[in-house]
C-alpha cells in the first residue's frame, strides 16, 4: 500500500510563490507516476503537472512557464513549485501517485489535499 502527504499550501499574493511538497511511503517501489490535480470551487478536478519515475513532466496549458514539478527520489517526494500565481489558481491541490503494487492493475492514491488560495 502507497501512501502521499501533501504540505505546503496557503494564502499568497498575486505574483507570489508556493512550493508544495508530496511525500510517499509504504510499497514507494511499485510508484510509477506521481504529480497534482487542483479542483476550485463549482470546477471539475483538473491535472497540474506530472512526473514519471523516470523524471518526464507534462504539464497543463495554464501552468507551463510557471509551475515546475520535481522529484526526489531519494526522500521519496515530489515537489511543485509555483510561481507567478494567479487568483485562478486558487483551488485545493491533491498529490497522487499511481500505484503498480497490484500489476497489471494500477492504482491512483490520493492525498488529503492542500488549499492554495491566491489573493490580494
Known amino acids: 500500500q502507497v501512501y502521499v502527504v501533501e504540505s505546503g499550501g496557503g494564502l499568497v499574493q498575486p505574483g507570489g510563490s508556493l512550493r508544495l511538497s508530496c511525500a510517499a511511503s509504504?510499497?514507494?517501489?511499485?510508484?510509477?507516476?506521481m504529480g497534482w490535480y487542483r479542483q476550485a470551487p463549482g470546477k471539475e478536478r483538473e491535472l497540474v503537472a506530472a512526473?514519471?519515475?523516470?523524471?518526464?513532466?507534462n504539464y497543463a496549458d495554464s501552468v507551463k512557464g510557471r509551475f515546475t514539478i520535481s522529484r526526489d527520489n531519494a526522500k521519496n517526494t515530489v515537489y511543485l513549485q509555483m510561481n507567478s500565481l494567479k487568483p485562478e489558481d486558487t483551488a485545493v491541490h491533491y498529490c497522487?501517485?499511481?500505484?503498480?503494487?497490484?500489476?497489471?492493475?494500477?492504482?491512483?492514491?490520493w492525498g488529503q489535499g492542500t488549499q492554495v488560495t491566491v489573493s490580494s
Open positions: 509504504g510499497s514507494i517501489f511499485s510508484i510509477n507516476a
Open positions: 512526473i514519471t519515475s523516470g523524471g518526464s513532466t
Open positions: 497522487y501517485a499511481e500505484d503498480y503494487s497490484d500489476y497489471p492493475h494500477v492504482s491512483t492514491i
